[in-house]
C-alpha cells in the first residue's frame, strides 16, 4: 500500500491524499443527513405522541367526569328510569367535558337489558372521546329507592345464614358470596348470625373459611363513614334491636275434593299439565322423565318422592305442598328460565346426591359444590319451606340453588354438599367440606340490616307490628300492610298460602312469556310487589292520607363501586 502512493521520483503522491479526504467528507456528510433526519422524525413522532396523550388525558378526563355526573343522575329518585328504558339505556350522549365528550348507558345488572323501573342494580358504562381516541369507565351500585311506602323484607333474606337457635360451622366449612353471581362484583358483605344477636351459640371451626363476612350483633345502625368502617373491620354488622323472624306459612286445609281426581297415589312422568291433590303419596319414578308446564299446583297429603335416576323439569310456576315428608334421591330437579319452583313441606325434607336449581347452561357441570357453579337463574328459583319443627337434610354431595326457609327446623349440609342462595332455620349446621354460598341479588335493601327499611321506626326501633306477625301468610301480612301502610316483600310462596286473589297488574312479576321459558324476563321472581289485592288497596289509600312515606336511603347505602377504567382505544394505539 506504502508503495502505491510513491511517485514515480521517489515523492509522495498528493493526489491519493486528495482521494482519501473527499471520501471522508462524503461519509461525513451521508453520516450527518442521516441523523438530521432520524432527528427530524423523532420530533414528528414526539410531537404526535404529545397530542395522542393530551387527547387520551382528555378522554379519561371526560369519562371520569362524565362518570360523576351520571352517578348525580341516577341516586336522584325522580329520575325517570322508564325514559330510560325506551332510549336503549341511554342516560346522556353529547356531553361536553373540556375538549372531549362523554356518552352514559345504564343497564340492569342482573338481566343485562336496559336499566327500567324495575331495576335495583345497575352497572353505569360512560364513555369519553377526544380526536377518535376514546376511554371508558365503570361503576356499579344500588339504586336509590323512591320516596313512597316503604317496603319491608319480613323472610331475612339478606342473611347467608340465619339461625333462631344454634349455628355450627364444622371443618372446614366455607361461607363466601356465590362468585358467579352478576352482584358479586358490588363486594358487599355476606351476613350470617344469630336472630337474637348473641354469638354466645355461634360455634365456628378454627378450620372454617368464612370470606368477606359480617356477623350479625346488637348495636346502632352506622351513622357516618367512619362508623361503617369500624363495624366492617370488627367484621360485624350492626342492627339496634333482635330480629323477629316469623314462622313459614301453613297451608289451607285441603278440600272434600281434590283438583286431580282424589289418586291414592300419583306418578309424574312426561308432560303434565294438570293440578293433582293426590290423597297418597305422589313419585317421579326412578329413571323417569317429568316436565311441568304452565301454573302447577300440588297438594300432596302423603309423601313426595324423586327417585333414583329421574329428570324434573318445571318449565312455569310450580308449587308443590308436601304434608308429609320430601325425599329427592340422586336425581336431577332443574328449573327453565323465567319458571319457579316451591316445595312447602309439613314433616321431612331429605336431598341425597341430588341437583336442585336453575336449568344448567353447562350440561358438564353435573354437582359442582366448590362455589364456581354458573349462575343460571341465581337462587330465585326455588324454594324450599319447611312449615313445622322437621328436618333439612342435604348431603352426599348434592348442590342446591335457591332458599330454605325452617324457622322451626333443624337444617344439615353435609358430605361434601353446596347451598347457593341462603339459608334459615332454628339449629344450622355446616358440615365439613360443606359450602353455602350467598346470592346477593336476594338482598333487596329493605330488610333488618336497612336502616330506611319499613321494619324501622325513624327513631330505630322495631315497628310493633312486625312482631306481631306470627307466620308469613297472606292474613298476617294484608293485616300488616292495613295497619302500617308498609309494603310487605317475602317469596311469594311463601306469603300467599291463603290463595288470596293476586293482584295481575304491573307490579306481578310474573309474565307469558318467562312461563315459557323467556330467557328474557327477569331473574329475581322472589321479590314480593305479588301482592293480595286487598294489600294494595290498603297501601294507596295510606299514600293517600299522607301515611308511609319515609325518606330516601342514606349516602352510606347509596355508594357506586368504581370498576376503573377499560384499555384506551383509538388512532395510533
Known amino acids: 500500500m506504502r508503495s502505491a502512493m510513491i511517485s514515480t521520483n521517489g515523492r509522495p503522491d ?5 482521494g482519501s479526504a473527499i471520501l471522508l467528507a462524503l461519509v461525513a456528510v451521508g453520516v450527518a443527513t442521516l441523523l438530521g433526519l432520524s432527528l427530524a422524525a423523532t420530533r414528528d413522532a414526539n410531537v404526535a405522541a404529545s397530542r395522542n396523550l393530551a387527547h387520551a388525558a382528555a378522554a379519561r378526563a371526560a369519562a371520569a367526569g362524565a362518570m360523576e355526573v351520571a352517578v348525580d343522575v341516577l341516586e336522584d329518585p325522580s329520575t325517570d328510569l322508564a325514559a330510560i328504558s325506551k332510549s336503549g339505556g341511554v342516560l346522556f350522549e353529547g356531553l361536553a367535558v373540556g375538549g372531549a365528550s362523554a356518552k352514559a348507558r345504564v343497564h340492569d345488572l342482573l338481566t343485562g337489558l336496559a336499566a327500567d323501573d324495575s331495576s335495583e342494580v345497575v352497572e353505569i358504562v360512560v364513555e369519553g372521546t377526544s380526536s377518535g381516541i376514546s376511554q371508558t ?25 340465619l339461625a333462631t337457635g344454634t349455628l355450627v360451622f364444622e371443618g372446614d366449612a366455607c361461607l363466601a358470596v356465590w362468585s358467579g353471581s352478576p352482584l358479586a362484583i358490588l363486594a358487599e358483605p355476606v351476613a350470617y348470625g344469630l336472630a337474637s344477636g348473641s354469638t354466645a351459640q355461634i360455634a365456628v371451626s378454627p378450620d372454617a373459611s368464612l370470606h368477606g363476612t359480617v356477623a350479625l350483633s346488637i348495636g346502632g345502625f352506622a351513622t357516618d363513614a367512619e362508623m361503617h368502617d369500624e363495624h366492617l373491620a370488627d367484621k360485624m354488622v350492626r342492627i339496634p334491636a333482635a330480629i ?8 289451607i286445609e285441603r278440600a272434600a275434593e281434590s283438583l286431580g281426581g282424589g289418586a291414592a297415589d300419583t306418578l309424574l312422568d312426561g308432560y303434565i299439565a294438570y293440578d293433582a291433590m293426590p290423597e297418597g303419596d305422589m313419585r317421579v319414578p326412578a329413571r323417569a322423565a317429568a316436565t311441568l308446564r304452565g301454573v302447577r299446583s300440588f297438594d300432596i297429603a302423603g309423601n313426595l318422592r324423586i327417585e333414583r335416576g329421574a329428570q324434573l323439569r318445571v318449565e312455569g310456576e310450580t308449587r308443590f ?3 308429609g315428608n320430601l325425599v ?22 331429605s336431598i341425597d346426591g341430588a341437583y336442585v336449581g336453575g336449568e344448567r347452561s353447562n350440561p358438564e357441570e353435573l354437582r359442582d359444590a366448590t362455589g364456581r357453579a354458573a349462575y343460571d337463574g341465581g337462587a330465585s328459583r326455588v324454594l324450599l319451606s319447611l312449615a313445622g319443627g322437621g328436618r333439612v337434610s342435604i348431603s352426599e354431595g348434592s348442590v342446591v340453588k335457591g332458599e330454605i326457609y325452617a324457622p322451626e327446623a333443624a337444617v344439615a349440609v353435609a358430605t361434601r354438599s353446596a347451598v347457593y342462595g341462603r339459608v334459615l332455620g332454628r339449629d344450622v349446621r355446616l358440615g365439613a367440606g360443606c359450602a353455602v354460598f350467598y346470592d346477593p341479588a336476594l338482598d333487596d335493601r329493605s330488610g333488618w340490616t336497612a336502616r330506611a327499611s319499613g321494619i324501622w321506626t325513624p ?11 306470627a307466620r308469613l301468610d297472606g292474613e298476617s301480612l294484608e293485616r300488616f300492610a292495613v295497619e302500617t ?12 298460602l291463603t290463595l288470596l286473589a293476586i293482584e295481575d297488574a304491573d307490579d306481578d312479576t310474573r309474565s307469558d312469556a318467562g312461563a315459557a321459558g323467556s330467557g328474557t324476563s327477569r331473574p329475581r321472581e322472589r321479590a314480593s310487589v305479588r301482592i293480595a289485592r286487598g294489600i294494595l288497596r290498603a297501601i294507596e289509600a295510606q299514600r293517600a292520607n299522607g301515611h308511609g312515606v319515609f325518606s330516601d336511603v342514606g349516602e352510606l347505602d347509596r355508594a357506586f363501586v368504581s370498576l376503573g377504567f377499560d384499555p ?4 395510533d394505539e
Open 14 to 18: 498528493r493526489r491519493a491524499h486528495r
Open 137 to 161: 369507565a365503570r361503576a356499579v351500585g344500588r339504586l336509590p329507592r323512591a320516596p313512597g311506602a316503604p317496603t319491608a323484607d319480613l323472610d331475612c333474606s339478606e342473611f347467608a345464614l
Open 244 to 251: 323477629h323472624v316469623p314462622l313459614a306459612a301453613v297451608p
Open 321 to 323: 305442598v308436601v304434608r
Open 328 to 349: 329427592i334421591e340422586p336425581a336431577t330437579v332443574e328449573v327453565a328460565a323465567g319458571a319457579t319452583l316451591s316445595f312447602i313441606v309439613l314433616g321431612d325434607a
Open 459 to 469: 327513631t330505630g326501633a322495631v315497628r310493633t307490628e312486625v312482631r306481631q306477625i
Open 485 to 496: 301502610g308498609v309494603v310487605p316483600e317475602v317469596s311469594p310462596s311463601l306469603g300467599s
Open 568 to 571: 384506551m382505544k383509538g388512532a
